[in-house]
């Protein structure tokens, strides 16, 4: 609940990967709202609204990565909260996937995902207290066309995701995952082009079939993946992978 969510965050260090739109974008202002002090990395220069610390990273780069949180910690101190949130993607027929275009998603949603989480740990450790919150998706659960790299980058992520929650048990720190279906972003309305551009169906042709491979068979609010992401952050589950919308568990 709201009241208990700032109880738990005011204070708090939160650091959030791909902040700067979006669903990371959502979830840093819904932190920051309950008394967390925010942290934002993004690989472009980001411009973002209110009291954020900024730092730039490709998430994928181990040396930027290194450099990006030890710039977060001098303004806010030890990272207590992780939201692994950049992610790219794209689409091709399996046989028409170059071994490039596989490389750059597997290094961007998985691989930096890995590389926040290790920099992020070693503060919790300290701290015996922490909370990492992976953005995984439905994509990282089912299979789908056309999106193979993108599949196995977010199966790759909840895996990751279950194997951190079972090696932290018991330190304080707890590892979970949202999986999100198609939500109303700049990433969701590339993906309404593309079925466009090369299907020949209207634009609300193409929005109604993405809204039906959702649960609910609707497009989710960057808002309500927001609020899934804080109730992760600020209870004590841990090795959850959360279906929005919907809200089941896997």
């Keep these: 609940m709201p009241s208990d969510w700032t109880a738990i965050l005011s204070g708090k260090h939160a650091l959030v990967t791909g902040g700067s739109r979006g669903i990371g974008r959502a979830i840093a ?4 709202s309950h008394g967390a002090r925010v942290s934002i990395v993004s690989r472009s220069p ?7 610390n900024v730092a730039q990273a490709d998430v994928s780069d181990e040396g930027q990565v290194h450099h990006a949180f030890a710039a977060c910690r001098k303004r806010f101190g030890p990272v207590d909260v992780l939201v692994n949130n950049s992610g790219i993607s794209d689409s091709a027929p399996l046989t028409r996937t170059s071994k490039a275009l596989f490389d750059r998603i597997i290094a961007t949603n998985l691989t930096g995902t ?3 989480s290790r920099e ?6 300290i701290a015996k207290w922490g909370r990492i919150l992976n953005v995984a998706s439905i994509a990282g659960l089912y299979g789908a ?5 993108y599949c196995a ?5 909840i895996g990751l995701t279950r194997a951190a929650a079972a090696e932290f048990g018991g330190t304080g720190i707890t590892v979970n995952a949202i999986c999100p279906g198609y939500t109303e972003t700049a990433m969701m309305q590339q993906a309404i082009s593309k079925i ?8 609300d042709s193409a929005r109604e079939t993405l809204a039906g491979m959702n649960p609910e068979g609707r497009i989710a609010t960057v808002d309500e993946v927001a609020d899934a992401a804080l109730d992760l952050i600020c209870g004590d589950k841990n090795g959850i992978s959360l279906i929005v919308p919907g809200g089941m568990e896997a």
């Design 120 to 125: 992020a740990a070693q503060d919790m450790l």
């Design 114 to 116: 890995f590389l926040c």
């Design 29 to 32: 202002l819904a932190l920051a």
């Design 153 to 157: 980058s977010k199966h790759g992520v």
């Design 196 to 203: 466009v551009r090369f299907t020949g169906a209207s634009e």
């Design 145 to 149: 066309p056309y999106i193979a790299a």
């Design 46 to 52: 980001a411009r973002v609204d209110g009291d954020f």
